[in-house]
């Protein structure tokens, strides 16, 4: 998330328009299409400990090379290889945490999610510290050194807890690229209810930052500010959505969060870019405003999808996680792409339309969640 927080910098080491600058970031789906296919039967088959050793390290060391290159080929090279290698990162967790949920029959994904969540602050607040005071490759190049001790360590003291490699009792057919397809008939509503619901964040990590930066005309450590009040939003709503889910059901829960997030994100944001002429601070407040409500609403998304998945699959977790991501990846490639090109042929506050209008769509599937009080 140090790449997104550091956009400006790396669309200019690369020369590109904001068009061609989306397209190269979302082609990183092709690593994750890669690694969809094949990690739901390696998991099981060599564990999740060996899974986060291998992909930690070349999902650090492409990321620790993307400072030094001012390719565009060479980043979209790295691209796909960093996806790849967040997949199969990402797969492995989500393999371990249906496990332990299944262990202690609580909702722990969630909170996981928040985890996550609380990394990608941590990474923007660290830019705010020193995004003015240091170079991009030397950020870039620390943390990710930093990060991937870290995960070493994390991975030594859970050994004991990983799952390990163990043949599945659930025959499974094994996913090739004709079957791409066939993929779609898996979950359908789960598959679109994760698309709609994370369109914002995906949109605060490929645009925010751009669209602070180039419509408000702030700096480009201040511009995080819009960043950091959307991961903050996340943080929250994934930390705390458990005890929700005690107070009122699911389905409650994932209407207001579409409704309430998506309708104040188009407001605030428009109204922001209107008022932006006149008064350039306030509507930045406003822009900031909107970005962490909308963080909020949607900051439950993605785990309730992948929860909502497995509950109605019989599958094991690793190839339901790896089914979702095929279809999911595919989809949001199509609509980040779609954001892109709008963001090119007309401004970027106009393109964020789009996922906007996705969150309230979120809030339209709340009949996939549970309406039953969790314990």
């Known amino acids: 998330m140090l790449l997104s927080t550091r956009s400006p910098d790396l669309e200019k080491s690369l020369h590109v328009s904001n068009g061609l600058y989306g397209t190269l970031v979302s082609a990183g789906t ?51 290889i960093t996806a790849g290698s967040y997949s199969a990162y990402h797969i492995a967790m ?8 299944d262990q202690q029959d609580e909702l722990l994904l969630p909170r996981m999610h928040g985890g996550w969540s609380t990394g990608v602050l941590v990474s923007t607040c660290l830019t705010l510290l020193i995004g003015g005071h240091t170079s991009f490759a030397w950020e870039i190049d620390s943390a990710m050194v930093a ?162 998945a497995n509950r109605r699959s019989g599958l094991p977790s690793s190839q339901v996680v790896a089914m979702l991501g095929l279809a999911t990846n595919t989809l949001m490639f199509l609509s980040r792409n779609i954001v892109s090109w709008v963001a090119q042929a007309t401004s970027i506050s106009v393109a964020l339309w789009i996922p906007g209008l996705f969150l309230i769509a979120f809030g339209l599937m709340s009949a996939l969640g549970s309406d039953q009080l969790s314990s």
């Open 94 to 101: 989500h393999t371990q945490a249906f496990a332990l949920q």
């Open 147 to 308: 990060v991937w001790l870290v995960m070493q360590f994390e991975i030594h003291k859970l050994t004991t807890l990983l799952v390990a490699p163990k043949p599945t009792t659930v025959t499974v057919e094994p996913l090739h690229p004709r079957d791409l397809l066939k993929v779609f008939s898996f979950q359908r509503l789960c598959v679109l209810m994760f698309v709609f619901g994370v369109g914002v964040e995906q949109a605060t990590y490929d645009w925010s930052i751009l669209l602070a930066h180039q419509e408000y005309r702030v700096r480009a450590s201040v511009s995080v500010l819009t960043f950091f009040a959307s991961v903050l939003g996340i943080i929250i709503g994934r930390r705390t959505f458990h005890h929700l889910t005690k107070i009122r059901s699911e389905k409650y829960w994932i209407r207001l969060g579409g409704f309430a997030g998506g309708a104040a994100f188009l407001i605030f944001t428009q109204s922001a870019h209107l008022i932006s002429h006149s008064h350039r601070i306030i509507g930045f407040a406003l822009l900031i405003a909107g970005f962490g409500i909308a963080g909020l609403g949607g900051s439950f998304a993605a785990p309730m999808a992948a929860t909502i």
């Open 30 to 80: 092709i690593g994750s299409l890669i690694a969809l296919f094949t990690m739901g039967k390696l998991v099981p088959k060599f564990g999740v400990i060996r899974t986060l050793r291998v992909s930690s390290i070349t999902l650090c060391g492409s990321i620790a090379f993307v400072p030094h290159n001012h390719s565009p080929w060479i980043f979209l090279a790295l691209a796909i």
